[in-house]
């Protein structure tokens, strides 16, 4: 796979051969780690077990490099709340940012097969769908509704964030 011009510039600014040969390791896992089903989204813990120490030799390193790759835009991260608070960290996951394109990929196909088993279903089937459909857009219709409440009340205007985050990704 052709690597983005932003993947290229990060490479290109690595000083050091081994920081760019540790950067292209963890984009290969990044990769080839990639499905549908995940989006792209790979477990720190597993990315490092795969890395650490067996290409980059010690988790100093790593965690700087992978810092490096996100301010970069290189890969991005997410971080999400236990469900159940214990000890620990809670678990991180990043993904390459050129993996929004395979998310794509993957709700496309998604999409294509939902299609196909539409045109298969009876007039009968087809408007219980239409019903299902139609109280699943009223419930989200409603959730946005009272997000953009719950913003305003917090004195934050939903248009502006919009604005702001157009401005930030142009």
Same mark, same amino acid.
């Given at each position: 796979m052709q690597d983005t011009p932003i993947i290229e510039a990060f490479l290109i600014s690595r000083r050091l051969e081994? &920081?760019? $040969?540790? *950067?292209?390791?963890?984009?290969?896992?990044?990769?080839?780690?990639? &499905?549908? $089903?995940? *989006?792209?989204?790979?477990?720190?813990?597993?990315?490092?077990?795969?890395?650490?120490?067996?290409?980059?030799?010690?988790d100093s390193s790593f965690f700087k490099l992978l810092e490096d790759m996100e301010q970069y835009q290189v890969i991005e991260k997410k971080t999400f709340k236990k469900e159940i608070p214990s000890k620990g960290r809670s678990p991180t996951y990043y993904r390459l940012k050129s993996n929004n394109l395979l998310s794509f990929q993957g709700d496309l196909s998604r999409l294509h097969k939902e299609r196909e088993e539409l045109l298969s279903q009876s007039p009968e089937e087809l408007v219980n769908r239409i019903g299902e459909i139609t109280i699943e857009k009223l419930e989200l219709e409603l959730r946005l509704d009272i997000a953009i409440k719950l913003l305003q009340e917090a004195g934050i205007t939903p248009d502006e964030i919009e604005k702001e985050v157009r401005e930030l990704t142009e």
């Open positions: 081994s &920081t760019r $040969e540790y *950067s292209k390791r963890i984009i290969e896992f990044l990769r080839s780690n990639t &499905t549908s $089903e995940n *989006s792209g989204w790979v477990r720190t813990k597993d990315l490092k077990e795969a890395i650490v120490p067996q290409i980059i030799p010690n």
